[in-house]
């Protein structure tokens, strides 16, 4: 090769690159990380892997009530919905552990309620018994609990102290147990409880920015049995 | 950049605003809507499940929605987040706030009861002295009325008595079931009128904006539609002094924005528009934005069993359907402990008794479901809360919401008259419950918090007189001649009914008023 013909090519090659970029878009997407972007793939057809609710494969950690007044629920939860026919109880459907998270996640007043009642239920065990209401017969306990027993109409609960506690609870033991799986899966037969089934709404465009953010925070809400005459009572959950 | 400005703003997408946007498109008016949600969307935000799939086996989200009892799990996603959207007010007289931000807004979930306000309502200071009557009656509403109840098509039967106007129905010609029969004729010596039921049956099972209403307006061509808009406030002319248009801001991003139009229409329901007008220091020259909210007080109610329901022997005959007693005080006779009155929704069927009307446990319990399964008779009240000048909503300055709009701070509370008015429905539900010869098994008299019947009205309300009044009888502000609010902020007295199709009506009349006042070019 002659000394010309030599640098001429020199020259091109060096020039090549730039010529062949000067062909390509002026903002050019970045090679992909790997043979294929990491987002591509999942689509209709993709089958959905099949999951189930924790419910009667693990348990749940008791973060709330202390061992004596979870004891007391436990007692509690087995006098007011035992297992009936073919349906679990309570226990089955293990509620005690499930109000220990709900109640443990919920407002001070309805966490007053439960503390409050639990304790009451003991002491009066104790005084009439000498004994705490986790170790009381059905006799006894029914003794402890029947007089405090109400009709009421939704979001009316009885204001009275105790009163209050007991009927509320039984509500609650009731509503968690029936909407169980363990329940579920036992079907109903005549007027016994089906559980809870209907449209879910996720959220819809759910703002993120505000779920993230220093947000002011509304009044407490009310309490539970207001004093005056003409209260109006509301339900804290 | 883009400069555009609408003929109309309409500020809000439920039962007011698709009233107004259907109306003044198919008028060739150009409209543009915001909404301050989404669009719901049922097969993308929705899945059919049962309660233990979800994280609280279907008690409400602790701690959440705390003011709204309706709320539970499945549905706690729909209502307006109280911490997002908060308001205060005093601990010692709650409000219950119920708001669904979603496009159509609180038309997507109602009751569907449709009943026109009668002239007991329209001139209750006629009859009773108390208040203000509102600028127009039942003969001025009636058409509009009529066209509403065609467009949702409200079942009812011409059974009415003057308090309670009958209307352009799909007739309900349903034999009472036996119950119910003996509950008329229990009924009797008590002077209470029992007439068949009135609902909106809709279309496809919906009775909405957003089936109703907006695809009418849709079809025009003449409506653009924006959703996520939170209006802040609205702008006015600075040199001619009226509104033209709003500033608002987007949900999700916070990119604050603004549009202009000649004409403003206020549809975000009663709470939220004049929360607007106040953030906006607008159309107020009268001091009484705000002023006057009312409701209807919700809760008090008698629950019964039909004895001859009982063990399994309830039937199709015997029981079943919905009857409406509409107020039957202070009509033709006079109460010594309330003014104005009540009505009781009355409901006979085959269906359990719920486990709270039985003072048992357990198996004991569960013996009783059994034998009163299928006998389950229940009354509800519905009865007017008083406008009363002291009872109103202002700007809580010290306090915003998730967009930086200063919220509202709400101070009402009943008063003897509602207490009474309550005491009274449940004695007399339940006399004439034991006189049909049902057992009672549950009553309350205490009302729900104001607000629980997601019917607030008022805080606008309608008048002649500009100083004793905000809006004139066309829903137009005094002050603003191109400012209109066609939603229940206009309501110079609640009444008993819910108001969703006096709402309507109102919203189609103001709405034509506005269109022939444009085209005459006096707006």
């Given amino acids: ?92 459907a293990e509620t005690p552990l499930f109000l220990d998270f709900l109640i443990g996640s919920s407002p001070a007043a309805r966490k007053k309620v439960y503390t409050g009642g639990l304790n009451w239920l003991n002491s009066e065990s104790q005084k009439r018994y000498r004994q705490p209401f986790a170790k009381l017969d059905d006799t ?89 005459a003409n209260a109006i009572p509301a339900y804290p959950r | 950049m883009t400069n555009e400005t609408f003929d109309v703003l309409i500020i809000g997408s439920g039962h007011a605003g698709g009233m107004a946007a259907k109306v003044l498109t198919e008028s060739g008016i150009r409209c543009l809507m915001l909404n301050a949600g989404p669009v719901a969307d049922v097969a993308r935000n929705a899945q059919h499940k049962p309660a233990y799939e979800l994280p609280y086996r279907g008690f409400k989200p602790p701690g959440r929605l705390e003011h709204v009892f309706q709320a539970n799990e499945f549905n706690a996603n729909v209502w307006v987040d109280e911490q997002e959207v908060p308001y205060t007010f005093d601990a010692a007289n709650p409000y219950n706030w119920v708001r669904v931000r979603l496009f159509g807004g609180r038309s997507l979930f109602w009751s569907r009861q449709s009943f ?73 010596p008590f002077n209470m009128p029992v007439c068949k039921q009135r609902r909106a049956l809709g279309r ?11 695809p009418d307006a849709e079809r025009t061509g003449k409506l653009t539609s924006i959703a996520n808009a939170v209006v802040r406030e609205l702008t006015v002319d600075k040199n001619t002094g009226q509104p033209n248009g709003c500033h608002f801001v987007d949900r999700l991003s916070r990119r604050e924005m603004h549009v202009k139009a000649r004409v403003v229409v206020l549809a975000a329901g009663t709470l939220e528009s004049t929360r607007l007008l106040l953030n906006s220091s607008v159309g107020n020259s009268s001091g009484l934005v705000g002023r006057y909210l009312m409701d209807q007080v919700y809760g008090p109610g008698v629950t019964c069993s039909v004895p001859e329901g009982r063990n399994g022997k309830a039937t199709k005959e015997l029981m079943g359907g919905g009857a409406i007693v509409p107020r039957f005080r202070n009509i033709t006779t006079k109460s010594t402990t309330f003014l104005r009155g009540y009505a009781l929704n009355v409901t006979s069927r085959i269906a359990p008794v719920d486990p709270r009307n039985f003072a048992a446990y357990g198996a004991k319990l569960q013996q009783k479901l059994q034998e009163y399964h299928g006998s389950s008779f229940h009354m509800t009240m519905m009865g007017e809360v008083l406008g009363r000048y002291e009872n109103h909503v202002r700007i809580n300055k010290g306090k915003v919401d998730a967009w930086g709009i200063p919220v509202l701070h709400v101070e009402t509370k009943y008063t003897e008259n509602e207490y009474n008015m309550a005491k009274d429905a449940v004695e007399v539900g339940s006399a004439v419950a034991e006189a049909a010869g049902f057992e009672v098994l549950s009553k309350n008299m205490v009302p729900n918090p104001p607000g629980y019947s997601i019917h607030e009205v008022g805080t606008c309300r309608m008048g002649d007189d500009p100083k004793r009044s905000v809006l004139n009888r066309w829903c137009q502000s005094h002050d603003h001649k191109n400012l209109f609010v066609v939603d229940g902020a206009s309501f110079t007295s609640a009444g008993w009914q819910n108001p969703t199709m006096t709402i309507l009506a109102l919203s189609m009349r103001a709405s034509e008023y506005l269109a022939g006042e444009m085209s005459k070019r006096n707006i």
């Fill in chain 1, 1 to 92: 090769m002659l000394r010309r013909d030599f640098v001429r090519a020199v020259v091109s090659v060096s020039f090549a690159p730039r010529s062949l970029l000067s062909q390509q878009p002026a903002n050019p997407a970045p090679p992909p990380p790997a043979p294929v972007p990491w987002t591509l793939g999942l689509n209709p057809k993709t089958p959905l892997p099949h999951t189930e609710v924790v419910d009667g494969i693990t348990e749940t950690e008791q973060r709330f009530f202390t061992p004596v007044e979870m004891a007391t629920l436990v007692r509690l939860c087995d006098v007011l919905l035992p297992p009936i026919g073919d349906k679990p109880g309570a226990l089955q």
């Fill in chain 1, 140 to 228: 006894q306990a029914d003794a402890i609990l029947k007089p405090w027993l109400r009709t009421w109409m939704n979001d009316h609960p009885p204001p009275e102290p105790h009163a209050d506690f007991v009927n509320i609870a039984h509500d609650d033991i009731r509503t968690a147990t029936v909407n169980s799986k363990a329940w579920s899966e036992i079907p109903s037969a005549d007027a016994q409880a089906s559980t809870t089934a209907g449209l879910y709404w996720s959220p819809i465009e759910p703002d993120i920015y505000a779920e993230s953010s220093d947000r002011t925070r509304i009044p407490a809400h009310v309490i539970a049995a207001p004093k005056s």
């Fill in chain 2, 116 to 188: 026109r306000l009668s002239d007991y309502e329209f001139k209750g200071k006629a009859h009773d002295g108390f208040g203000e009557d509102w600028p127009i009656g039942h003969a001025d509403l009636a058409p509009y009325y009529s066209r509403v109840e065609d467009i949702f098509q409200v079942s009812g039967a011409m059974d009415g008595p003057p308090q309670m106007p009958d209307g352009n129905f799909v007739l309900d010609d349903e034999p009472w079931s036996q119950s119910m029969q003996r509950f008329i004729a229990a009924s009797k």
């Fill in chain 2, 204 to 214: 496809d099972g919906l009775a909405s904006s957003v089936n109703l209403l907006l």
